[in-house]
């Protein structure tokens, strides 16, 4: 038995002592998770007030606060450059709480989120190598391959209740990063091998069970066979229970299905986890219900050019330490990916990248900024480039950035929200192809907001309502969080573009 699977914790969760799920998923046991456990079957049933008590008695709560009174808040880069030491947490020790400790020091989002997220990383990662930080770049890049070998994929984050699951690839992201920011010039091929062995075990995670698929079985895990044969990928979890972090909310949800239903929309709720989109319009098939979620339906288009782009990378760096097969092998996967991404995920009636249900044979009629990533990855022919362009202009740009959506929800990852990582996604991919004019644009709105909202706000945060500047950004399964970790990285890297 596991403390998420205890009496305690869930009696804890559905009590509601916390107002926040997370909390008590991060809690740290004085003792051991285990002896609270044992204690608490020897005097249960408790109420609210004397569980609350139990809890406050054998179990400590870090802080989430960010010390205010000490960072500069006379602007918003001033803002950025103080926060960065209050984000940085040093390589742990072993605690009785569901943290996997990491090796090495790291960088954290902030708020309720004070572990390392793997997607985030790269982000923030913009805004370190910005002030010459390039050590927190490679210790928490060590850290992902590390906490890979450990778990058998790089977890959402670094706690036991999210290793089930991952986040979109970003590792060869951060690898080249590091390589044309420090290893190239040092020509350590070396380091180099290691990180291909690394690439190539992400890579193998994502395509496990591939070679097994058929016209009767297309899809195993995270990999499907279209009809044509071509592999596409999709986003899964191995688990098909209520999440630790979210377990109050996901059983409320699930007891509104019928009872064979349930287990479905856990594994579909925590495959959304993993995208990094929890939650949007793009899963659902009732944009109004959660509980429609078909998140293991749809092969979205964001994951597969990062995967194109984790295919090209390897070819390049295994061309580099003249392993030739393996080359060869993965410039041949790239371009059947980009070939089926151009065939299922590109929409000549929208002029848009889009999402494909594999189950119905779709296209997504949901437009998102999931489909700038094919020019980031430059896996867009010119035309493509072109009209992609045109719609970001014309329909995703707003007074504060771009819009993640053109559906407005209460999910969080949809109008009337932006999100920095899109705005990173966007303006590179429109530079790569030469929109350097919209890209600008694009920077300046981000920019503009960022510093009305700092006046407000006194701080950065994990969203921003892109469409109203005079409201926060709401939605989600939270309230929104300071900090923040990739809101400071692409922030800082557009002041410096702005130059």
């Known amino acids: 038995m596991s403390f998420v699977t205890s009496q305690l914790f869930l009696d804890v969760q559905l009590a509601a002592i916390f107002s926040d799920s997370k909390t008590f998923a991060d809690a740290i046991a004085n003792d051991s998770w285990q002896t609270a456990s044992q204690l608490y079957l020897q005097v249960k049933p408790l109420t609210k007030q004397q569980l609350a008590e139990f809890v406050a008695q054998h179990f400590t709560l870090e802080s989430t606060e960010l010390p205010t009174t000490q960072l500069n808040t006379s602007d918003a880069q001033s803002y950025i450059a103080s926060l960065w030491p209050y984000l940085q947490r040093n390589a742990d020790t072993v605690k009785s709480s569901s943290l996997m400790p990491l090796k090495h020091n790291y960088i954290v989002p902030g708020g309720r989120f004070q572990e390392i997220y793997y997607w985030d990383s790269y982000f923030t990662a913009l805004g370190l190598q910005d002030i010459g930080d390039i050590d927190s770049i490679d210790a928490m890049l060590a850290n992902f391959i590390d906490l890979q070998n450990r778990n058998g994929c790089i977890p959402n984050g670094n706690r036991s209740y999210y290793s089930s699951r991952s986040q979109p690839p970003i590792l060869a992201l951060m690898v080249d990063l590091l390589w044309q920011a420090k290893y190239h010039d040092e020509h350590d091929l070396n380091w180099l091998t290691n990180c291909i062995a690394a690439l190539q075990h992400e890579y193998e995670f994502w395509m496990q069970g591939g070679e097994l698929l058929s016209a009767q079985i297309p899809a195993h895990r995270r990999v499907v066979k279209m009809p044509c044969g071509a592999l596409l990928n999709r986003y899964w979890d191995d688990e098909a229970t209520p999440r630790p972090e979210s377990l109050r909310e996901d059983l409320h949800d699930a007891a509104l299905l019928p009872e064979q239903h349930r287990a479905s929309y856990y594994r579909n709720i925590r495959a959304a986890c993993e995208s990094g989109w929890d939650f949007s319009s793009r899963w659902l098939a009732d944009s109004s219900e959660l509980t429609s979620i078909q998140t293991t339906d749809i092969i979205p288009v964001?994951?597969?050019?990062?995967?194109?782009?984790?295919?090209?990378?390897?070819?390049?760096?295994?061309?580099?330490?003249?392993?030739?097969?393996?080359?060869?092998?993965?410039?041949?996967?790239?371009?059947?990916?980009?070939?089926?991404?151009?065939?299922?995920?590109?929409?000549?009636?929208?002029?848009?990248?889009?999402?494909?249900?594999?189950?119905?044979?779709?296209?997504?009629?949901?437009?998102?900024?999931?489909?700038?990533?094919?020019?980031?990855?430059?896996?867009?022919?010119?035309?493509?480039?072109?009209?992609?362009?045109?719609?970001?202009?014309?329909?995703?740009?707003?007074?504060?950035?771009?819009?993640?959506?053109?559906?407005?929800?209460?999910?969080q990852w949809d109008s009337p929200n932006g999100w920095a990582p899109l705005q990173w996604f966007a303006v590179q991919g429109l530079r790569q192809y030469g929109f350097v004019a919209d890209a600008n644009t694009i920077i300046s709105h981000w920019l503009q907001m960022i510093e009305a909202r700092f006046k407000v706000d006194g701080c950065l945060l994990e969203k921003y309502n892109v469409c109203d500047l005079a409201n926060q950004a709401g939605g989600g399964e939270y309230k929104v969080q300071q900090g923040f970790g990739w809101t400071n990285g692409v922030t800082s890297r557009f002041y410096n573009l702005a130059k």
């Open 302 to 411: 964001d994951l597969n050019s990062l995967l194109y782009h984790l295919e090209k990378q390897l070819s390049v760096y295994c061309q580099i330490v003249n392993a030739t097969n393996k080359q060869a092998y993965f410039e041949l996967q790239a371009t059947r990916r980009k070939a089926a991404i151009n065939k299922y995920l590109f929409s000549a009636k929208q002029a848009f990248f889009v999402d494909y249900n594999y189950k119905q044979g779709v296209q997504s009629n949901v437009l998102s900024l999931a489909g700038v990533v094919p020019l980031f990855v430059n896996c867009a022919n010119e035309q493509q480039a072109l009209q992609v362009s045109s719609k970001v202009m014309q329909d995703f740009l707003k007074p504060g950035g771009l819009v993640t959506t053109l559906h407005d929800t209460s999910q």
